[in-house]
């Protein structure tokens, strides 16, 4: 399984890209949306970790544009701004919406969730 | 019975009496003196209503004061006219019988005692009211007497009457006693002998029967009628004045032949006076008809209608006065709840302005602290991770605890962003889906730790076959963030809360939020629900928990009631409909 993590807040995805390399699952990092667009050309991954606000390129817009490369991507969003059950139009249900501080096991759980019933 | 009475008083008492001063509330109102507004608005309509009403009524007055005084006048004046010409004709027919009686006997058949009985009894006969009859010469002397007194041979030539019936060819005198000594008129008639000297033919009056006369035109008890002499001396006794011979105070009159009638006053009573001077075709009397009529007697039916009147228009009065009163407080009244139901709408707008512009702010401090506690987050994990995966350190117990403290301090700041966030939502109006129960869990952990360290029991019982419901979860939350606040200020040390939710049917929720805290007074009971009531006033409480709640749960399409018993606990029961309605929202 292999899977890219996509946030601007450079050190929070570092430091998750090892550990869950310490739990087996190889993470790709990019720091802005077109770096993940990038990366995703060069490489098949199973699940993409979107931060929702960033800088250029939001997490939505780059979720569009990453199906488009990839329509088998699954998508986890992590977001800053408060819990699950966003108000915005432009989520669907089949997304999976994470809240930071974020629980690296519960993150682990929600990959392979989508990833075996995707 | 009484509290009735003092209830339905009210209707006349304005609201803003009870009047809570709320400095918060003060500069939202429109009208700020209610006090003076009131009083003005009865003072003016009162004005308004009342001055007409007086005018038209001293009008009234004065109309039926001048209508009675002349209806009096001409009464009096009637009654004045119709005695004197009975009196004038009494005296008239008498004078006249003597002057026939004297043109028809003459004198050497007068002198005759026996014939002068007989013509006596025949005037008596034919015209009554004659006592006696004599013949008198020149010299005073009394030549012949018919009569019951005994006055044969009596001289009158010292007795004043005697000189004016020489004078004059007719005389009537005025009332006087005489050798009778008995009050009399004398009517005398002056001839001429065949010698040409002069005999005088007098008659006495009789007096009772003039009185008779003059009594039978007393109509009431209240009207006195009598004869007085040019001198104001009583000719007759009268009722208001004295008896026969008394001098009275009344003015001279001056002659007249007409009725007068002329306002005055008998020891010091208001009179109305009618006179007219009695006289004849042949002969002047010395008599003056007098009608006196006190006023006040008089004026009886006048005064009985006059307190008619005051008193209608008393009772109109008060009734004017109560009516504007009820008028003027349901009006103010109106007034009053209106501009309070304004200000404290502007002023619950302005407290949710500010709470939303706290809430945004709140809501981007979090979003702000939530990156960097993800980064921390993620660096202790890490450290912890590469301590977990390295054999040397994994039994280093304490090194694992500093981190974990570290993650457990991140959990729980994340704890707090996420429900400050979650506040944050409740000022967009928006259906959701919503489970009860995790609802009241998240507002309890607000309360966690008062709730530790104050030894309250907290009970939940929401069974998780409550669906979930499709409300405004911001409102909601809010209701029962108020409602949990009561109680916990409520319940004292080792109290107990408990927080019961149950379906009733398919549409309709039931929670039960109920404390074993003071309680609620009866009379404070009533009044929860309304706007800026509050029991705790050194604890700054603005009074506005409950109704806010009271205006969710209706805004929500449900309902709240409360029972409470002083010093064992309070239950709010709350019931809400599963789906809200989206107009109910509006």
């Known amino acids: ?118 | 019975m009484r509290k009735k009475f003092i209830s339905s008083l009210k209707i006349f008492w304005p609201e803003f009496h009870k009047r809570k001063g709320n400095i918060h509330l003060e500069p939202f109102y429109t009208f700020t003196d209610y006090q003076h507004l009131w009083t003005m608005s009865i003072f003016v309509l009162a004005l308004t209503a009342l001055i007409p009403l007086c005018i038209v009524t001293l009008i009234h007055y004065q109309l039926i004061q001048k209508s009675v005084d002349s209806e009096l006048r001409l009464r009096t004046e009637r009654l004045t006219s119709n005695a004197k010409r009975s009196v004038a004709f009494f005296m008239e027919e008498r004078l006249n019988a003597l002057i026939f009686t004297v043109d028809e006997m003459g004198y050497d058949h007068l002198i005759d005692n026996k014939k002068l009985v007989e013509i006596l009894k025949n005037l008596k006969h034919g015209f009554g009211g004659l006592s006696d009859l004599s013949v008198i010469d020149m010299g005073g002397n009394q030549i012949a007497y018919a009569g019951p007194f005994n006055l044969q041979g009596k001289n009158y030539k010292d007795q004043p009457w005697f000189a004016q019936g020489l004078k004059n060819k007719y005389f009537i005198s005025e009332v006087f006693t005489g050798y009778r000594e008995l009050p009399h008129i004398i009517i005398a008639v002056r001839s001429v002998k065949k010698d040409g000297s002069i005999f005088i033919l007098r008659a006495t009056l009789d007096t009772e029967r003039l009185m008779q006369t003059l009594t039978s035109y007393k109509t009431g008890e209240y009207i006195d009628i009598f004869l007085v002499n040019n001198n104001g001396v009583l000719q007759t006794p009268s009722v208001h004045y004295g008896d026969i011979f008394t001098r009275t105070d009344l003015k001279t009159f001056n002659y007249s032949t007409r009725t007068e009638v002329s306002m005055s006053t008998c020891q010091g009573v208001p009179v109305i006076l009618g006179h007219s001077f009695i006289s004849t075709d042949t002969v002047v009397t010395p008599f003056i008809l007098v009608v006196s009529k006190k006023k006040q007697d008089m004026m009886y039916a006048w005064l009985e209608l006059r307190q008619k009147i005051n008193w209608t228009v008393g009772i109109s009065v008060i009734l004017i006065v109560l009516v504007i009163t009820f008028a003027s407080t349901f009006m103010v009244n109106k007034l009053y709840q209106i501009d309070n139901a304004k200000a404290q709408t502007m002023l619950q707008m302005e407290q949710n302005q500010q709470l939303a512009s706290i809430g945004q702010l709140a809501a981007g401090v979090a979003h702000e602290i939530n990156n960097p506690l993800a980064v921390i987050n993620q660096t202790a994990g890490y450290v912890k991770d590469l301590f977990s995966f390295k054999d040397e350190v994994r039994d280093d117990d304490e090194i694992i605890e500093n981190i974990d403290s570290i993650l457990e301090a991140v959990d729980r700041c994340g704890t707090i962003t996420r429900q400050l966030l979650g506040f944050v939502r409740q000022f967009d109006i928006k259906i959701k889906k919503v489970r009860l129960k995790k609802i009241v869990a998240d507002v309890l952990s607000f309360h966690k730790k008062e709730s530790e360290y104050r030894g309250i029991h907290v009970t939940v019982d929401i069974p998780d076959t409550i669906p979930d419901m499709e409300t405004d979860s911001g409102k909601l939350q809010q209701i029962l963030v108020n409602l949990v606040n009561n109680a916990f200020q409520a319940v004292t040390e080792d109290g107990c809360l408990d927080i019961i939710g149950s379906q009733i049917d398919t549409e309709t929720i039931e929670l039960v939020i109920q404390d074993t805290g003071c309680g609620i007074s009866e009379d404070s009971l009533a009044k929860i629900h309304e706007p800026f009531f509050s029991t705790k006033q050194d604890q700054m409480g603005t009074g506005l928990g409950l109704s806010i709640t009271y205006g969710l749960v209706k805004k929500l399409g449900g309902n709240i009631s409360v029972h409470s018993t002083e010093g064992v606990g309070t239950s709010f029961t709350i019931t809400l409909p599963i789906k809200i309605q989206e107009r109910e929202l509006a």
């Open chain 1, 1 to 118: 399984m292999k899977i890219i993590l996509v946030d601007d807040e450079q050190k929070f995805i570092t430091m998750l890209a090892k550990r869950l390399a310490m739990r087996g699952i190889k993470a790709d990092i990019a720091f802005t949306g077109d770096e993940a667009i990038q990366k995703s050309r060069d490489t098949v991954y199973d699940v993409a970790v979107l931060d929702i606000k960033m800088p250029g390129i939001s997490g939505i817009q780059l979720k569009n544009k990453l199906s488009g490369l990839d329509p088998e991507l699954k998508f986890i969003f992590v977001t800053g701004h408060g819990a699950v059950g966003q108000s915005d139009e432009n989520l669907i249900d089949t997304d999976v919406y994470l809240a930071k501080p974020l629980d690296i096991e519960n993150l682990i759980k929600k990959i392979y969730e989508i990833t075996k019933t995707g």
